[in-house]
């Protein structure tokens, strides 16, 4: 989001509300954030959180689920 936003990490940082070095955590994999905290952050540049099961075939469950049940699924985006 960083990189498409053309924000530097500081700028991103503040942006969203968190410090810098938090920022830097968050992009090495040093922290783990809930996915509430990723969905606050998304929020504040109009963006939202997706999150999809991927099958070893490279399928994910709602595609699998599509084809078995003949519907398409769609998925639920909650705004706050």
Not at 49 to 54: A, T
Not at 57 to 62: A, S
Request: aromatic fraction near 4%.
């Amino acid at each position: 989001m960083r990189l498409i936003s053309g924000l530097s990490r500081t700028e991103f940082a503040e942006k969203v509300g968190i410090k810098p070095g938090h920022l830097s955590r968050l992009v090495t994999g040093n922290h783990n954030p809930s996915i509430l905290y990723l969905e606050k952050i998304a929020q504040k540049v109009g963006a939202h959180v997706e999150i999809s099961f991927v099958m070893d075939d490279g399928e994910t469950c709602r595609e699998k689920a599509s084809k078995l049940t003949g519907t398409e699924w769609v998925p639920i985006i909650r705004k706050s």
